[in-house]
């Protein structure tokens, strides 16, 4: 969803060439932050609102993970911890991950520390398409419904370039305004689809998409999240010069042998197919995508050779946390995950605001 | 997304003022000539609105309903050809077994109803399970009483008490007494406590454990019916324990992980809530990972009854009628 927006406004432009006190401490982060996923997965997926001792979910792991072990757990027990945790747990990090790339990439590409990865219309469209799916069956046979969600969002990324795109060039504040008009245009459209059909489910059903949840995350959907989160974090990790060159500026990226059009048109499409699967599994959970690049700047620095791992890592983290708690707090009853991430996410925003109006 | 209407303080300033207006007409109202109704009962009549009082001065002699509970208890209390408006049925048919069902009434809108709507349709009083689209505030200074079906107070979010066929018997009273038709409610209420009784002797219920669950849309997680509303009476009448009793709420979203924690001896699927059928319903019931180790589905008690039949009216006991017969088989 498209945040208020300041064109132009600068994300903190990368310092001089990284010392070597930096380099050690990014390294540092990253290798904190990956031992704190690697150790957060098991952990996770030991909460729930059914009570599963350690040991047993330790053996159901290792059993399906390697065949180790006799089986001494309920067939509920090992359900509960194989069909439906694991693959939520994962999708959460992969959904994670992929969302918080994708705003730190965004972020750079429009030059705007409010954009999120909602901002290029990818969300609405998702859930356009959605929409015309289960009102109207539209391409319900060929695609699925996430298929469906997909072409949406893909869609509508191609009309935000084509309105955004004149005389060559794509600048990035016209990037920002034409996200938000075709995201504005979406949003009325899927509302105008589900008013005017005289399905009951069609309301229900594009709202729960439009709040995101890993309620229904399983093995069939989970690969996916993951290629989106690993494609699209290994392409921004490659491209982090590129990325480095634009959040300076046009004219510096110029200077330092990027093409700005080119490089936002390749990093935007690349945004976009992340975001576009993200979404078509997930629904568009909010905030993460805004917040986590932040709270990685500060971490790592600017440069996003480190911020784009360190952003996936984090993103990943936050997401599973997060996820965790909305199905344990009022347990047995879920909370839809946008609540939480959103308690989690506007009082980063707000001291993220404070800051912006102190310099 | 929906979003409510805008309000400008101009409206709540006028809704204020005649609100002010009516009340003061309306303590004239209580000096003393009470009138009298064609059955001879006396107005006016206070009666319990989800833990407020509503004053009915006279006689209602136009209704407009929203929603079908509203429609079923009317029927049940002889009143429905007082209704002139229908409203908030979303296109589904109307409830089964009606005896003087409403079929001529214009439907005004099949969703939710506007302020515009209710006030232009001019009716003495609103018998519905709440507003969502429109302010009762604005209704209330518009001086139409907006009576609640019971088990639909506070949009089921929090309700007043638990929903049992009790609250039933007694909505049906209560609006016996609203319309002046006492008489035929309370005829009403004998019959159906006479086929309660009949069923809860015939309930084959084993004392086993249940779970009446339902899906909110096609996009939607599983919901369970808790402690609070008509299922979990229905499913305690039939001689089952509700394996999410304990919840204090007429409906929750549970996570999946519960359900197969608790296998339950029986899964009441509850299907028709977003206009699908049983077969989709099961479906997507199946679909869920995990489900097909549940022992209901090993050993085939999932047993479907439309969400229809399970409202806060005397549809429930039809509701019933069929989980008792399922487990008689």
């Known amino acids: 969803m498209a945040t208020a927006v300041e064109p132009e406004a600068h994300v903190e432009a990368p310092a001089a060439p990284p010392g070597r006190r930096r380099a050690i401490r990014g390294a540092m982060c990253i290798t904190l932050l990956t031992g704190a996923l690697v150790a957060s997965i098991p952990v996770t997926v030991g909460i729930g609102p059914v009570p599963i001792p350690p040991g047993t979910v330790a053996r159901i792991l290792a059993h399906h993970l390697a065949d180790l072990g006799a089986v001494d757990w309920t067939t509920a027990q090992d359900n509960i911890v194989w069909q439906l945790r694991v693959p939520r747990v994962l999708l959460g990090a992969c959904v994670g991950a992929a969302l918080s790339v994708a705003g730190a990439a965004v972020q750079a590409l429009v030059r705007n520390p409010l954009a999120d990865p909602y901002l290029l219309g990818v969300s609405s469209g998702a859930s356009a398409g959605a929409a015309a799916t289960i009102l109207f069956g539209f391409g319900a046979g060929v695609l699925g419904l996430t298929g469906s969600a997909f072409a949406g969002a893909i869609a509508a990324i191609a009309l935000v370039f084509g309105i955004a795109r004149t005389g060559g060039t794509l600048i990035g504040s016209r990037l920002v305004f034409a996200g938000i008009a075709v995201a504005f245009a979406l949003q009325a459209l899927t509302n105008f689809l589900i008013f005017a059909s005289d399905s009951r489910d069609g309301a229900r059903a594009v709202l729960f998409w439009t709040l995101g949840s890993l309620g229904q995350a399983n093995w069939t959907t989970l690969p996916i999240a993951a290629v989106a989160a690993l494609g699209i974090t290994t392409a921004m990790t490659f491209q982090a010069r590129g990325l480095d060159a634009l959040a300076i500026g046009d004219e510096a990226a110029h200077s330092l042998g990027t093409s700005p059009t080119r490089f936002r048109a390749f990093a935007a499409l690349l945004v976009a197919f992340g975001v576009a699967a993200a979404v078509a599994v997930a629904g568009a959970i909010g905030f993460v995508g805004l917040v986590v690049p932040h709270l990685v700047r500060r971490m790592v620095g600017a440069s996003h050779r480190l911020v784009v791992p360190a952003a996936a890592l984090t993103g990943a983290l936050v997401l599973v946390w997060a996820d965790a708690l909305a199905r344990t707090m009022l347990s047995p009853q879920e909370i839809p995950l946008g609540i939480l991430t959103a308690m989690v996410g506007t009082p980063l925003l707000i001291v993220l605001v404070r800051r912006l109006h102190a310099r | ?329």
Not at chain 2, 80 to 109: K, M, N, Q, S
Not at chain 2, 176 to 183: L, S
Not at chain 2, 321 to 326: D, F, G, H, T, W
């Open chain 2, 1 to 329: 997304m929906q979003t409510p209407a805008p309000r400008t303080s101009l409206a709540a300033a006028s809704a204020v003022a005649l609100s002010l207006a009516l009340a003061a007409c309306g303590s004239d109202a209580d000096a003393g000539d009470a009138a009298q109704s064609e059955d001879g009962a006396s107005y006016p009549v206070t009666v319990d609105n989800c833990g407020e009082e509503v004053v009915i001065e006279s006689e209602p002699q136009s209704i407009l309903t929203v929603g079908h509970s509203a429609i079923t208890l009317l029927d049940a209390a002889g009143a429905t050809d007082r209704i002139t408006a229908r409203t908030g049925e979303f296109h589904t048919p109307l409830p089964e077994g009606l005896e003087d069902p409403p079929e001529d009434v214009e439907v005004l809108d099949p969703a939710d109803p506007a302020a515009e709507t209710i006030i232009g349709a001019e009716p003495d009083i609103i018998v519905g399970y709440g507003l969502f689209e429109a302010d009762p505030a604005t209704i209330e200074a518009a001086g139409i009483p907006n009576l609640v079906v019971t088990g639909e107070c506070n949009h089921d979010e929090g309700l007043v008490e638990a929903i049992t066929f009790e609250t039933v018997f007694a909505d049906i009273e209560r609006f016996g007494q609203v319309f002046g038709t006492e008489d035929e409610a309370a005829a009403s209420i004998e019959e159906y406590q006479a086929e309660l009784a009949e069923l809860e002797q015939s309930a084959a219920g084993d004392g086993g454990t249940a779970a009446s669950v339902y899906y909110w849309s096609s996009e939607s997680s599983m919901s369970a019916h808790g402690g609070a509303g008509i299922h979990h009476d229905v499913l305690g009448r039939a001689g089952l324990e509700n394996v999410y009793g304990d919840e204090d709420s007429a409906y929750l979203p549970a996570n999946f992980e519960t359900l197969l924690d608790a296998d339950p001896d029986y899964i009441v699927l509850n299907y028709g809530v977003y206009g699908e059928d049983y077969q989709e319903s099961l479906d997507k019931f199946l679909s869920e990972p995990g489900a097909e180790d549940l022992q209901a589905v090993r050993n085939d008690r999932v047993i479907g009854v439309p969400a229809a039949d399970l409202n806060p009216d005397q549809s429930s006991l039809r509701g019933l009628r069929a989980l008792i017969e399922a487990l008689a088989q």
